[in-house]
């Protein structure tokens, strides 16, 4: 039988200025893929470089999470913009940390989106497409980390580098739609650990009791989440109990 490979990735360098949020050194070392905080949604230039840093450090893929502009609502928050204007802002924030990160001699494999913006290009083939070629422009190669939607089907469809992703901390409606939480809540990390095996086999237990296909083929936990450390590890650990090999999805 072959060898089951997933990547396990989250969040990290959201902390602003003087204001810290997670604890990215206890979360990191459980995932194989890193999305880092761009500015926009949160985050800052010394906090960018840090989480660089330390995701050299550790080994692990880095890459940029670029949001709307919208501090006070962490980007969680709809808003109304052209194509275009989603399109500049994620090359503005992207190619920040691209120079961070060619800085520190570390190699970027891609772009996570985050927030409402995740969910705005998710839904839109043709936003996501463009904003795949605009990756290209940026950097050849570079990823988008997206949900298996229609925004990620149409980027795969392309032949656009994408990575299917799926988060075990979070609920799902019948549709594969998120359930976000206005203000991330301690959860039980066994449960959470429970959906990440699920959702490795490709599919996932809705709130209403229905499994729905959701083709995963990176896990991500929240590393804004009160125990997010207890989470990530127990998510790393029980994919291995179940035979699973953590591995990056992008460098294979």
């Given at each position: 039988m072959a060898t089951q490979m997933i990547d396990i990735n989250a969040d990290a360098g959201e902390s602003f200025g003087?204001?810290?949020l997670g604890?990215?050194?206890?979360v990191l070392p459980w995932v194989t893929t890193v999305n880092i905080a761009c500015g926009f949604h949160a985050g800052d230039p010394a906090n960018m470089r840090k989480s660089v840093q330390l995701a050299r450090e550790l080994g692990i893929n880095v890459g940029a999470h670029p949001g709307y502009p919208d501090l006070w609502g962490f980007g969680r928050r709809a808003m109304a913009l052209s194509d275009q204007s989603v399109l500049?802002?994620?090359a503005y924030q992207t190619g920040a940390l691209l120079g961070i990160a060619n800085a520190?001699?570390?190699?970027?494999?891609?772009?996570?989106p985050h927030g409402s913006l995740y969910g705005h290009i998710a839904r839109s083939p043709e936003l996501a497409l463009a904003l795949s070629r605009e990756l290209q422009n940026i950097q050849p190669g570079l990823a988008l980390l997206t949900s298996p939607f229609a925004g990620g089907k149409a980027v795969r469809a392309a032949g656009l580098p994408v990575i299917f992703d799926a988060p075990a901390d979070l609920d799902f409606e019948e549709d594969g739609t998120h359930v976000i939480?206005?203000?991330?809540?301690?959860?039980?990390?066994?449960?959470v650990a429970d959906r990440a095996v699920q959702l490795a086999t490709g599919k996932v237990t809705s709130v209403t009791g229905v499994i729905i296909d959701m083709p995963t083929e990176s896990i991500c936990v929240h590393g804004d989440r009160p125990n997010?450390?207890?989470v990530a590890k127990a998510v790393h650990e029980r994919l291995i109990a179940e035979g699973y090999v953590i591995s990056s999805a992008f460098i294979r």
């Amino acid at each position: 039988m072959a060898t089951q490979m997933i990547d396990i990735n989250a969040d990290a360098g959201e902390s602003f200025g003087r204001w810290v949020l997670g604890s990215d050194s206890d979360v990191l070392p459980w995932v194989t893929t890193v999305n880092i905080a761009c500015g926009f949604h949160a985050g800052d230039p010394a906090n960018m470089r840090k989480s660089v840093q330390l995701a050299r450090e550790l080994g692990i893929n880095v890459g940029a999470h670029p949001g709307y502009p919208d501090l006070w609502g962490f980007g969680r928050r709809a808003m109304a913009l052209s194509d275009q204007s989603v399109l500049d802002y994620v090359a503005y924030q992207t190619g920040a940390l691209l120079g961070i990160a060619n800085a520190e001699g570390v190699p970027m494999t891609h772009m996570k989106p985050h927030g409402s913006l995740y969910g705005h290009i998710a839904r839109s083939p043709e936003l996501a497409l463009a904003l795949s070629r605009e990756l290209q422009n940026i950097q050849p190669g570079l990823a988008l980390l997206t949900s298996p939607f229609a925004g990620g089907k149409a980027v795969r469809a392309a032949g656009l580098p994408v990575i299917f992703d799926a988060p075990a901390d979070l609920d799902f409606e019948e549709d594969g739609t998120h359930v976000i939480e206005p203000i991330p809540q301690a959860k039980d990390p066994d449960k959470v650990a429970d959906r990440a095996v699920q959702l490795a086999t490709g599919k996932v237990t809705s709130v209403t009791g229905v499994i729905i296909d959701m083709p995963t083929e990176s896990i991500c936990v929240h590393g804004d989440r009160p125990n997010a450390p207890a989470v990530a590890k127990a998510v790393h650990e029980r994919l291995i109990a179940e035979g699973y090999v953590i591995s990056s999805a992008f460098i294979r």
